[in-house]
């Protein structure tokens, strides 16, 4: 505690702390002074200075902002069709690509993206996607930790939805030196406003030279790994055929098999693979909504138990991440074939909370709520028919909470969404701006397949 008095104090509220050592407080009063935690007390303060802020915690429940480690938010433009797909829009004929977004799309619905995932009660999304010089200043904007990185890939994404599989060592090159141009920009350790998380796109559209490039850019600066890993049949058929092993092999040759890893997805995996991944102590960005939502389950009960760390992600579903913690549950207790004590809440709460955190290597910094963090901290209205009684605060959460029940997300000591609205961006001009981009890229990928299918016929 220090002797100043605080910035701010959240009063009187129940308190899932995501700290073993204290995991929850009935009622309890948060403290913080210059974007971070000085006190949590069991009491309330005797005395509080007239210019402390004071956000009411009465009805509700304080948790840490949760952290989403594997997100596409400009990919929202796809939204209500890539769920009825069966295969990611990179890959897909006749909707909108990544290639096809201009940058004031891009700065559209990027912010579309960051503001859905604040108000949800994300306060740090780790993005990847094209145009990121553009993406993450816009999604910090809202007043969320934006980390990303464009996606470094050396495939010419142009042809894959057709099923041309060209590298090129031009685009390697390119996409490489734009991930190292954002280091430059956007790399800021200190404040955390915003970060970069290497994304090579997936082992099937980098070129294993560009995969080694990619590690080297990684040892240079200090930085973590985010990619797909063994998201689909294609990729596992493909990477077999292509080098003659499964995708977290070649990882492993490349010398990307380690604790810096994120791995989205991570479905069609041998036992060898789940091992390899374990042993390397890598971080699952689990997908549990996308991945069921698509027919298939991520093996997380046997990669939890081979060693590695739990973090949930939304990927371009929507950015709920209180309805992504009863999918993981459900993912977890579906392969163990009933409830048990490895698959409790606590463990999703852990997973959306720290294990993100440890993902990113930043257990030490936010992730629960304890003396010294940062003050990223949200609050939940407990005060609605679906949430009560509160026998079991952080049960009720998980079962039947909803990211819209958010009242208040404070990031780094400042509240940024108050009474379930954006402080730092005007809501419907971020909605307005996200409707105009999205329907001109479907105008223009409908042309696009319009014309190939009119090629197609000719041809024949």
């Known amino acids: 505690m220090t002797s100043a008095s605080p910035d701010l104090i959240v009063d009187g509220a129940a308190i899932l702390t995501a700290d073993p050592a204290r995991p929850f407080l009935k009622t309890g009063w948060v403290e913080v002074t210059g974007g971070r935690i000085t006190a949590i007390r069991d009491t309330r303060p005797e005395r509080i200075d007239p210019k402390t802020r004071i956000v009411p915690g009465a009805g509700r429940v304080l948790t840490p902002g949760f952290v989403n480690v594997h997100t596409h938010a400009i990919l929202s433009m796809v939204r209500g069709v890539a769920e009825d797909m069966g295969f990611a829009p990179a ?29 949800f009660g994300s306060t740090l999304i780790n993005d990847s996607f094209t145009h990121q010089e553009i993406a993450l200043p816009a999604m910090a904007q809202t007043g969320i930790r934006a980390f990303g990185c464009g996606r470094i890939h050396d495939v010419d994404f142009t042809r894959v939805h057709l099923g041309d599989w060209r590298y090129d060592d031009a685009i390697g090159d390119w996409t490489l030196g734009l ?10 350790p200190e404040p955390l ?11 099937d559209t980098c070129s294993r030279a560009l995969l080694t490039r990619v590690r080297e850019l990684r040892d240079a600066h200090g930085l973590r790994i985010n990619t797909h890993v063994s998201q689909s049949r294609v990729e596992v058929d493909f990477i077999r055929e292509r080098d003659g092993m499964t995708p977290p092999e070649l990882l492993d040759e490349v010398g990307l098999m380690d604790d810096r890893l994120i791995g989205a997805h991570c479905i069609h995996l041998t036992e060898s693979d789940i091992a390899r991944l374990g042993r390397a102590e890598a971080h699952l960005a689990h997908i549990a909504k996308g991945n069921q939502t698509h027919g298939c389950l991520a093996p997380t009960a046997k990669l939890r138990k ?52 440890r993902a990113l290597g930043l257990e030490a910094e936010i992730g629960s709520i304890e003396t010294g963090k940062r003050a990223d901290l949200v609050l939940f209205d407990f005060r609605r028919p679906h949430l009560r009684p509160m026998t079991d605060v952080l049960g009720t959460l998980v079962h039947t909470g909803q ?58």
């Open 403 to 460: 990211g819209r029940d958010v009242e208040t997300v404070i990031v780094g000591g400042k509240v940024v969404i108050e009474g379930g609205e954006p402080v730092r961006v005007d809501k419907m001009a971020v909605l307005e701006a996200a409707e105009t981009a999205a329907a001109a890229l479907w105008d223009r990928a409908r042309t696009e397949a319009a014309s190939t299918d009119a090629g197609a016929a000719q041809a024949h």
């Open 91 to 119: 890959y897909t004929m006749g909707v909108p690509h990544g290639h096809d977004v201009r940058p004031d799309e891009a700065h559209a619905l990027a912010q579309l993206g960051a503001l859905e995932a604040l108000s």
């Open 179 to 188: 991930a190292a141009e954002l280091i430059d920009r956007f790399h800021d």
């Open 193 to 203: 406003q915003t970060g970069v998380v290497l994304a090579p796109h997936a082992p």
């Open 306 to 357: 081979a060693g590695m760390n739990l973090a949930l992600a939304t990927d371009n579903m929507h950015a709920d991440m209180v309805e992504l913690m009863r999918w993981a549950l459900a993912t977890g207790r579906l392969q163990e074939g009933g409830i048990t004590a490895d698959w409790q809440p606590a463990m999703a709460f852990e997973a959306a909370t720290m294990g993100g955190a």
